[in-house]
């Protein structure tokens, strides 16, 4: 079958096609499939495209009323003789929206004409019979074939004085079908916890009760809280015809006692468990007890909040780059460490949006006393106008992380009850953070900046706000249009493709593209970063332009520059990238491009620098200006200050180790080569002339080796030597001199 699909991808003007029609997804059928055969389709499914045909609800209507024939004279009758309890079913009706299609199809006689189906039946029969069996066909023989749970038997066995098809009847005449759809459905499992809830009731003897768990065991396998919410209302509608409202509560009550009723607080819904035994409320209030005193609401609130970033729209489009405001939930405690002056922030974004946490009124006017005093260039405040004590709410919720942590792989059943309510209380510490703190059409909270408050209406605005701060901070950051590279974190590829480049700069940077071959991602780095602002000048005769037409650019080489100029032992790159990132030098610029500016800057004296590693020379290479940006610290550079002397000894040098120098290691641009040229020399002398402490001289004569070169050969023995010490500092000490010619 793949071959087959792919033959039909590639079929071109003379098309090929292959159409597969099923009455239901293909995934429901896998269920009870081999491992080995599901794999096999999830391997070429993508080559299919599904395509879900749904019927028009108003046509299945139409065709339940017609299948419903009855003879007109004898039903007026009874629908005369039950005038009170048509008249229940006409008032469920008309209260509910989600009745509004079916009467635009069966108009104001819905009642009658879909009887005796109960409204809500009627709702639930098409929706679940699309889910789980062949729709119309399905329908019909429910509707007219005699079988079990079928309507005409339903009216030859019932026995009631109105005989009303409740929605639990449909339960009865699927159950069959959801026993067979695919483990980890949605309406397998619902099956699964309905079946587990009525085997605990049998005991209980309350018919209703087991009644109410189908119908909310269907409601939750249509999924369609729209039409149809689960809620205890509607189900007290469904049951009100033949039942009491006492005997309705008096099944409410089963239900709870047998822990298998959950009421939820986010909506007035309610859901069913398998039962696990347990008084989950009562679990939960006992830990809400224990946790009393450690419990820290702005935790909850921060780890829930479906917002961790906003973003400064505007400015990241026109700046092509991405820049982002961490959204902190924080308390008066903490509002009160918060700096009130510069741009110090504890956070590696660009700024800080604060919502604060205030449970009364005297810590509401306490923080709007703080915020008005502080003028923190990145910190924004958002302070609710109103207080609204939702710690119980988050209490619970942290309560209910804390159980299901102690019963997880033990006790299943109360840790799918407790996932529900663990589900609702979020749900409502959700929708307190959104109404309170972002929903600004609304005036729920104020947006304060610099001991200011805004006119924030939209979140949009509040964006605008960002973008403003962002673009008043920045104002020395360049535009680099490329933003796989312009990042703090580059993926595995764009890494490789900076390391090519850096060797190519190293390397080839009198080569037109730097002698850069193909398509790669390099190319567009450098093209981006180098070629756009016209620091490389991509001619006949390529080359390096420090004074480049980019004027923010100019400006951070200038930096980088005299970084290297000015530098000492006690610099490090670390003062470099500060300023380089920091928001207090403006440049604010993602660790990704810096390698490669670094290099440029480097590059301008090449023959004169010399890079250290924790006062240990390295060689100038590309992994090794790419591992700077990890510990910055670690790393410093000399700039050996030049002249024509120590231009003719390192010259000398050369010429004396000739035979041992490296054209690599000398394209690394430090001293290092001379010294390894050195090791070379002495790693091939003999044993007798490693070791003696003599020599023989012109006029054969034995004398003894001067100090000075027994010293020269034990430092050569060690196989870590700082080259640049070595030779500027070391050699002239071993020799007693201070010229280097």
């Known amino acids: 079958i793949q071959d087959f699909a792919e033959k039909c991808n590639r079929s071109g003007a003379d098309q090929l096609h292959l159409l597969l029609i099923s009455h239901k997804s293909i995934e429901n059928y896998l269920g009870n499939l081999p491992k080995n055969k599901v794999d096999a389709w999830k391997a070429v499914s993508n080559r299919f495209k599904s395509i879900s045909i749904e019927n028009d609800e108003n046509e299945i209507y139409d065709m339940v009323s017609t299948v419903l024939a009855r003879n007109d004279d004898r039903f007026k009758n009874y629908v005369k003789q039950n005038e009170t309890s048509f008249d229940k079913l006409k008032s469920i009706i008309d209260k509910d929206q989600s009745f509004y299609e079916i009467r635009k199809t069966l108009g104001d006689k819905l009642a009658l004409r879909c009887y005796p189906l109960h409204p809500y039946t009627l709702l639930l029969l098409p929706k679940i019979s699309e889910l789980v069996a062949q729709n119309e066909r399905t329908i019909f023989t429910f509707l007219s074939s005699t079988e079990r749970y079928s309507i005409p038997y339903f009216l030859k066995t019932n026995e009631d004085d109105f005989p009303i098809v409740e929605p639990d009847y449909i339960y009865d005449y699927f159950e069959g079908l959801f026993k067979n759809e695919p483990f980890g459905s949605n309406v397998k499992k619902q099956w699964q916890i309905a079946t587990a809830a009525l085997s605990k009731l049998r005991e209980a003897d309350n018919p209703l009760a087991e009644k109410i768990v189908k119908t909310i065991a269907l409601i939750y396998c249509a999924d369609d809280f729209k039409s149809i919410p689960p809620s205890w209302d509607i189900i007290a509608d469904v049951y009100s015809i033949n039942y009491s409202i006492g005997q309705i509560e008096s099944a409410k009550e089963v239900l709870k006692n047998y822990h298998i009723l959950i009421e939820l607080l986010y909506r007035p819904y309610v859901r069913i468990t398998a039962g696990s035994g347990h008084n989950a409320l009562e679990l939960i209030q006992q830990e809400c007890y224990k946790i009393s005193n450690t419990f820290n609401a702005k935790t909850i609130f921060n780890d829930i909040t479906p917002k961790k970033y906003l973003y400064p729209v505007q400015y990241n489009d026109e700046n092509e780059i991405v820049r982002y405001f961490d959204l902190r939930f924080i308390t008066l405690d903490e509002l009160r460490n918060i700096p009130s002056t510069g741009m110090e922030l504890d956070t590696a974004a660009d700024g800080i949006v604060y919502n604060i946490l205030a449970w009364t009124d005297n810590d509401l006017d306490n923080a ?38 102690q019963y997880s792989g033990r006790e299943i059943e109360l840790v799918d009850e407790l996932s529900y309510i663990l589900e609702d209380r979020a749900n409502i510490l959700k929708a307190y953070m959104e109404n309170t703190y972002f929903r600004f059409d609304k005036k729920a909270a104020t947006v304060y900046y610099m001991h200011t408050p805004y006119n924030i209406r939209r979140k949009a605005q509040l964006a605008q706000l960002l973008s403003t701060i962002t673009t008043d901070i920045y104002y020395r950051t360049p535009r680099i249009v490329n933003d796989l590279i312009n990042r703090n974190e580059l993926t595995s590829a764009i890494k490789n493709a900076r390391n090519k480049l850096l060797n190519a700069l190293l390397t080839n940077n009198k080569q037109f593209n730097l002698g850069l071959q193909g398509n790669g991602p390099e190319l567009n780095i450098l093209r981006s970063l180098l070629i756009t602002p016209g620091i490389f000048i991509n001619s006949e005769l390529p080359y390096l332009e420090y004074n480049c037409k980019d004027e923010k650019i100019r400006d951070i080489l200038k930096e980088i520059n005299d970084f290297i100029v000015y530098s000492d032992r006690t610099k490090t790159f ?58 910055p610290k670690d790393f410093r550079i000399i700039l050996e200050q030049w002249n024509n002397e120590k231009e003719m000894y390192i010259s000398n040098l050369e010429n004396i ?64 030597i700082n080259a640049y010490d070595f030779l500027f500092n070391n050699l002239l000490s071993i020799y007693d001199t201070d010229e280097y010619a």
């Not at 006393?369 to 709410?393: C, M, S, W, Y």
């Not at 044993?687 to 004398?703: L, P, S, W």
């Open 368 to 405: 709007l006393a703080l915020i008005k005093g502080n003028n923190n260039q990145r910190a924004v405040f958002i302070i609710p106008n109103e207080v609204v004590d939702v710690t119980p709410i988050a209490k619970e919720f942290k309560a209910v992380s804390n159980l299901i942590t």
């Open 657 to 720: 180790f000739a035979d041992y120098i490296s054209t690599t290691d000398k394209a690394s641009g430090s001293f290092v080569y001379i010294v390894k040229a050195m090791r070379r020399w002495y790693l091939q002398l003999t044993k007798y002339e490693i070791t003696t402490k003599f020599y023989c001289d012109e006029d054969y004569n034995i004398a003894p080796l001067d100090s000075g070169s027994i010293k020269f050969r034990e430092i050569l023995s060690h196989p870590e």
């Open 574 to 631: 670390a003062d470099l990238y500060d300023i380089l990132t920091l928001p207090e030098y403006h440049f604010g610029l993602k660790k990704g491009v810096i390698p490669i500016y670094i290099t440029v800057a480097l590059l301008k004296y090449s023959d004169h620098i010399v890079l250290l590693k924790k006062d240990r020379e390295v060689p100038i290479t590309a992994s090794t200006i790419c591992d700077i940006e990890y510990l």
